[in-house]
């Protein structure tokens, strides 16, 4: 079992950086609540952090090759990068919407990024921005 960073190690590091971003997925959620609550929780840690130094926060979601061996252990209709990045702006919303707490969006493995899910990136994030 993975071992969560707490805040305060956390803390500790934003004192020496300039930029961090999150990686935001899991495997095995087959629950839109789990993951709306996985991702309230780490906005709000984002806030925590970005009280004390107010660096560039990122939340990063993973755009690779879902391999049919490693399938079973993901769930496309949560975990979808247009479905996380939905979650994401709307838990920003409802954590606290007077405040600008996540500052952008990363992709992880973005090498293997195809022109679909840049389209979907662009759909459900960038065109949001730019509002």
């Known amino acids: 079992m993975e071992k969560k960073t707490t805040v305060d190690e956390l803390k500790s590091l934003v ?3 300039d930029q961090l971003a999150f990686l935001y997925y899991d495997t095995q959620i087959n629950s839109q609540k789990i993951f709306e609550n996985n991702c309230a929780s780490l906005i709000k840690d984002i806030g925590i952090l970005k009280a004390q130094r107010n660096i560039q926060y990122m939340i990063a979601i993973g755009t690779f090759i879902n391999e049919p061996a ?3 252990y993901r769930n496309l209709e949560i975990e979808s990068i247009s479905n996380s990045l939905q979650t994401i702006r709307a838990q920003i919303n409802k954590v606290d919407p007077t ?4 500052d952008g969006i990363a992709l992880f493995c973005d090498w293997e990024t195809d022109k679909d899910e840049w389209q979907q990136f662009d759909d459900n994030w ?3 921005t730019k509002k």
């Not at 405040?99 to 996540?102: A, F, I, P, Q, Y």
């Open 15 to 17: 004192k020496y950086i």
């Open 70 to 72: 490693l399938q079973k």
């Open 99 to 102: 405040r600008k707490l996540v």
């Open 126 to 128: 960038s065109k949001y």
